[in-house]
């Protein structure tokens, strides 16, 4: 398919999300990505996100416990640039699939590992799951809800994503190396890294405590303290939530007076608004009154009235609300798909544009096996 990256052969092989992923963003790029799918396809197969994440692929059926099915997978991937897997590599070695060995027989190939903990880490051996490394790594804790106390799920799979981009972000660096070197190599990605990936600005140290999170859950409420900083998710008058940023110089402010709260705010001169630390009424303004003022009007009036005093405000949308969003309309980044189900899709489309190389429309998903 054309696009730059149609001279490179990818097999995906994995029942993860992030591999399917990985192989998605491939592929919309121009790769020629084959899907290795169990007989049958995987307990997945036939769910909606397969529209989505595997469209522009081709598929085949290989059952890789089976020396034959492996014995056909062996021949593609020496056919192949890119091999993506989420095989830890005990498993990998059981299968003739490990690093040394695909190194030995294939030495130009890519190997893209994305493993749970890393094959390197104390946590190797634990079980696989996003809602595990998410729980140990404490994530659900890093991201809790200002609405109650303890650990909150991840609504959205950021690890998964993450890791997937990192699964890409390797596996295209070792193919710039290949090029003056010649060899394949194998790239690790790890739910681990796609956590660090993300969170450089809760996780870092500096020697006199300076930092934009006060201290400690940095889902709470007052996670800014006395920063003269809001940013967060508010819920309106009319039920609807927006999001609010007010940290542009003057942001902090100019929010505060549209709420109501001009006359009890100051203006900070000469210095960087966020500088200047709140004082108790400010606090009190900021931390605590600040979500019954929400609630005086809509969610369209808030936005309307932020957006005219310069302080960035958006509508938090549903998803599939975000497809209609008139920037996503404006920058064409929706896209439709024919699909035998129902007709036609919308779904986002590739994010990066090509001006030498450009990239085809994506094609539907693969059925099983074609």
Known sequence: MPGPLDHLVVIELSTEMPVAIAGMLLADH??????????????????????????????????IADADDRAALRGLLGGADIFIHALEEGEARALGLDGESLARDYPELIVSALTA????????????????????????????????????????????????????????????????????????????????????????????????????????????????LVTGMFECGDGLFLQIHTGGQGGFKAAMDQLGFGDRVSVVKGAAEMSVPLSDDEYHIARVEIFDAFKARPRAEWIALFQAADVAALPVLEPAEVLLDEQVEFVGQRIALPDAEFGTIYQAAPAVRFDRTPCAAPRPAPAIGA
């Open 30 to 63: 121009g790769a020629d990505v084959l899907k290795v799918e169990p007989r049958g396809g995987a307990y997945f197969a036939h769910e909606l996100t397969r529209k989505s994440w595997d469209r522009s692929k081709r598929s085949v059926e290989l059952n």
């Open 117 to 228: 903990y890393g094959a390197n880490t104390p946590f190797a051996d634990r079980p696989r799951g996003e809602g595990l490394a998410a729980a140990l790594l404490g994530t659900m804790i890093d991201k809790s809800s200002p609405f109650r106390e303890g650990p909150v799920y991840l609504g959205h799979p950021a690890l998964h994503y993450g890791q997937a981009f990192l699964g890409v972000i390797g596996a295209l660096t070792a193919i710039r190396a290949r090029r003056s070197s010649g060899k394949g190599q194998r790239v690790e990605s790890s739910l681990l890294d796609a956590m660090l990936a993300q969170s450089p600005m809760n996780n870092w140290w500096q020697e006199d405590g300076i930092s934009y999170i006060k201290a400690g859950d940095s889902g709470a409420v007052d996670r800014f303290g006395r920063t003269r």
